[in-house]
């Protein structure tokens, strides 16, 4: 970023108070979620997003290797990942509570911006490849750790402990999010847990 570019933004960054670790993260990722509305994912450039947050676009490059990287970490702040599956004691409930708490976080005020940068990514591979890194792997990883606790308990057939099946549930609901209503009821969930997951990994 140029003296002029940060002029321009309120002043250069440089002769301010200087701002390390989580202050400097917060304002680049407030940048970020600002420049997303305005601009959208397609117009976003690490410069842009620098002159927002009055940063140096090399602070940026020395954090995020790329804008792709930058926007799902800023995105994670208002829709952080579950990484965590409920042990309820059952498959089933297992499964719900994580697809629940999934549903929470896509029903609540940063459903809209997480819909838009699904959309996005759909059309920019870069982007795809960090979504799928960030979001979509992980929730599959959980889904895997609730199949593997009914395989000890004799609820699930070892053979079912496969991507493919863990993220069938995943897909259905991520398909119902980007292109069905524009909430996740809990019924369609239990629907989802009772004739999708259930069915393909019986015991």
């Known amino acids: 970023m140029t003296v002029a570019d940060a002029k321009q933004a309120g002043g250069d960054h440089r002769k301010g108070p200087r701002r390390r670790g989580d202050t400097l993260h917060a304002a680049i990722y407030e940048a970020t979620l600002a420049e997303l509305a305005d601009a959208g994912y397609a117009e976003l ?30 995105m994670r702040t208002r829709a952080p990942v579950v990484l965590e599956v409920p042990d309820t004691g059952t498959v089933r409930g297992d499964v719900l509570g994580f697809m629940r708490r999934v549903a929470e976080v896509l029903n609540g005020p940063a459903g809209e911006a997480v819909r838009g940068l699904m959309i996005e990514a ?25 199949l593997r606790r009914g395989v000890v308990r004799g609820e ?17 609901l991520r398909e119902q999010f980007l292109l069905g209503d524009r909430s996740l009821r809990d019924s369609f969930l239990v629907e989802v847990v ?6 393909l990994t019986r015991a």
């Open 45 to 74: 450039s690490m410069k842009s997003v620098a002159r927002r947050a009055r940063a140096s676009t090399a602070s940026l490059y020395r954090r995020w290797s790329s804008r792709a990287e930058l926007v799902v970490d800023a």
């Open 156 to 172: 699930v057939r070892p053979a079912a402990l496969t991507p493919v099946v863990a993220g069938a549930a995943i897909a259905v």
């Open 122 to 146: 759909m059309g920019d591979p870069e982007l795809r490849a960090v979504v799928r890194a960030r979001f979509v792997e992980p929730a599959t990883r959980c889904m895997l750790e609730a």
């Open 194 to 199: 009772d004739t999708v997951v259930l069915p």
